[in-house]
């Protein structure tokens, strides 16, 4: 354990991922002394520019509750994106002042899972962080709640904060929220206690999760920070979950929250958002020669084995790879629209480029934008 908790404490290139209730008041608003009070241990945990930090704050949308006259977190889309596009100014501003307080420059960056999945996005927010690293600045990563639909939101903060870990290649993430770790009960009642490291899946199998936060104001709870915990380790990043209030023993490798050990290698980039963050827009059904070439054989799907096509897609879509049975065996950004994969069906990328032009002598899913998914 502490070989593990060291490896914490030497982390260079770190993502911070902080929830709502712990910025913001229960009835919604900043509360300035706790922005404060984090942005104290950020600062300082930068040292002389010896570490970088990515914070991924949530708390746009619960700033902009009490300004807006909204007495709780709207359920319907519309107002929560006014809301956010009130609470964001607030809350980088708040962030701003702050930081400046240690001579630190912040850089707002604000994302949705459909820039992403697309290649050229994924780039180029990619190279952003890097330079805004690069350049000693401290950037702010938030979901773009203004204009993210149902269809292209990250969900949580949670996750895209495992994401971002993954797209900055960081060597720790580090959840902070009102509760500091997973408990192997309810962390309310006697008798429970905390749950140190997770080595594993196995580690949590006879855990049961609680879903709710406590204040009301968010939209994850502990099962989200698992889920992103999960992520990330699996993409051989090390992960602390605790509480904002132990954010600095946290950043220091002390013996605080729960710590996930990697489980696994970093991939491509690409392709941990394409199989997390993703929203498919439609439904390929493949043969069962097509279902063995591309999951057993890692290749590229072509048009000669797709038995069937749902959905209203463009051309850079995410879709769904599914067998004979309806299941989703792996998921990939499409090459051609909706409407041009019936003539497409069952047919050779030869015949295509004879009848239809050079064009059409391709995959419709290449192996670099395919993920293969769990069972």
């Not at 890692?298 to 879509?317: K, N, Q, V, W, Y």
């Not at 998921?331 to 015949?351: C, M, Q, Y």
């Amino acid at each position: 354990m502490a070989q593990a908790r060291q490896a914490v404490g030497e982390a260079r290139r770190i993502v911070v991922k902080v929830g709502s209730s712990s910025l913001t008041t229960a009835t919604g608003g900043l509360d300035a002394d706790r922005v404060d009070a984090l942005v104290d241990v950020l600062a300082k945990s930068r040292g002389g520019g010896e570490r970088e930090i990515v914070l991924v704050s949530s708390g746009a949308i619960a700033a902009g509750l009490a300004p807006l006259g909204l007495p709780r977190r709207p359920k319907d889309l519309a107002r929560q994106q006014a809301a956010a596009s009130v609470g964001q100014g607030l809350l980088v501003a708040r962030y701003t002042a702050s930081f400046a307080r240690y001579g630190v420059r912040v850089g707002q960056v604000l994302l949705t899972s459909d820039d992403m999945s697309r290649r050229a996005h994924h780039r180029n927010a990619s190279r952003t962080l890097d330079k805004l690293l690069a350049m000693g600045a401290l950037p702010v990563v938030n979901e773009n709640d203004t204009v993210a639909t149902d269809e292209i939101r990250f969900g949580d903060n949670d996750r895209l904060a495992a994401l971002v870990a993954h797209l900055v290649r960081a060597d720790l993430l580090v959840l902070l929220s009102d509760v500091d770790g997973v408990y192997d009960g309810d962390p309310g009642r006697p008798g429970t206690s905390r749950i140190a490291e997770v080595h594993g899946p196995a580690d949590l199998a006879d855990v049961e999760i609680g879903s709710a936060g406590r204040a009301g104001v968010g939209t994850g709870g502990m099962v989200t920070k698992v889920e992103a915990a999960r992520i990330a380790a699996a993409a051989g990043i090390p992960v602390v979950l605790t509480s904002a209030v132990h954010a600095a023993d946290a950043l220091a490798g002390g013996d605080t929250g729960t710590c996930f050990h990697p489980t696994g290698r970093r991939s491509a980039d690409r392709l941990l958002w394409l199989q997390h963050a993703s929203a498919p827009q439609g439904s390929l059904t493949l043969d069962e020669g097509a279902v063995r070439a591309v999951v057993e054989r890692r290749t590229s799907l072509l048009p000669a084995g797709i038995a069937a096509a749902e959905g209203d897609f463009t051309a850079g879509d995410p879709v769904e790879l599914r067998d004979s049975a309806g299941r989703a065996v792996a998921r990939g950004v499409v090459n051609f629209d909706a409407k041009e994969i019936p003539r497409l069906i069952g047919r050779s990328t030869r015949e295509l480029a004879r009848e239809l032009g050079p064009a059409y002598e391709r995959e419709v899913v290449h192996r670099d934008d395919l993920v293969i998914l769990e069972p």
